[in-house]
């Protein structure tokens, strides 16, 4: 394997499935399976998980309501949806562990940087709720801040598109795709990876974002062998 610790980020949506919102049990079990697949190989996984199937604080915001309190919603969604992602996943056989930014005590872990390292290097997988714990953070920032804590060698960006393209691939069918690029590319042509201060972030400290297509089954174990698949976005 090429990466030996990573973090995986998974927008909520992608938990969706087919469906128009909430959790598709069915897509979550897809899921587990591919990562089973990679801790079988002795890959350590920490993932982070967005809430965007459930609530967004963003869209409540728009619409009148307050944004700390919006964003508080997003994170016990992401809280949430770790829940259910720990479900799958040990009911895949996998030894799993759900720390949470925020205090909930009877269903998660508080985040302890020592402890979710133990955890990985004992081989379970590290799920992280709660995003970063404070507003205006997205998950985003939260999936990168958490890969520099735990000292992950890449993080894995899953995604239902294959990479990153100069245009919207779902939109434009002569959006070209990058296999390869760099942090001041991205920037320069004003693409859209992540959000602008978990990108920098990922800059400042040198740590490599590949996007993928999480939903196409193998390519997970793909992209932790060193296949060419999605685009990597390194120095």
Do not use: C, W
Not at 55 to 75: I, L
């Amino acid at each position: 394997m090429k990466y030996k610790r990573i973090l995986l980020k998974l927008s909520g949506e992608a938990l969706m499935g087919t469906r128009q919102y909430g959790i598709d049990p069915e897509r979550l079990a897809e899921y587990a399976q591919d990562i089973k697949t990679i801790t079988d190989k002795g890959v350590e996984v920490a993932i982070v998980i967005g809430g965007g199937n459930i609530f967004r604080g963003v869209a409540g915001a728009s619409k009148g309501m307050d944004r700390v309190q919006g964003d508080h919603m997003g994170m016990l969604a992401t809280v949430i949806n770790g829940l259910a992602l720990q479900s799958a996943l040990e009911n895949a056989g996998i030894q799993t562990r759900l720390q949470s930014a925020i205090k909930i005590n009877e269903v998660a872990e508080p985040f302890i940087r020592r402890r979710a390292i133990r955890h990985l290097e004992k081989g379970r997988v590290v799920i992280f709720g709660g995003g970063t714990g404070n507003p205006y953070f997205t998950t985003d920032s939260a999936a990168v801040l958490r890969a520099i804590e735990i000292e992950a060698d890449v993080i894995l960006k899953g995604t239902r598109v294959d990479g990153i393209y100069n245009a919207d691939p779902e939109k434009d069918s002569n959006a070209v795709k990058f296999n390869f690029i760099s942090f001041d590319e991205v920037l320069s042509k004003g693409l859209k990876v992540m959000d602008s201060t978990a990108f920098t972030l990922s800059q400042e400290n040198n740590l490599p974002i590949i996007v993928f297509d999480m939903n196409k089954k193998g390519n997970l174990l793909k992209v932790v062998s060193g296949e060419k698949v999605g685009t990597e976005v390194n120095i």
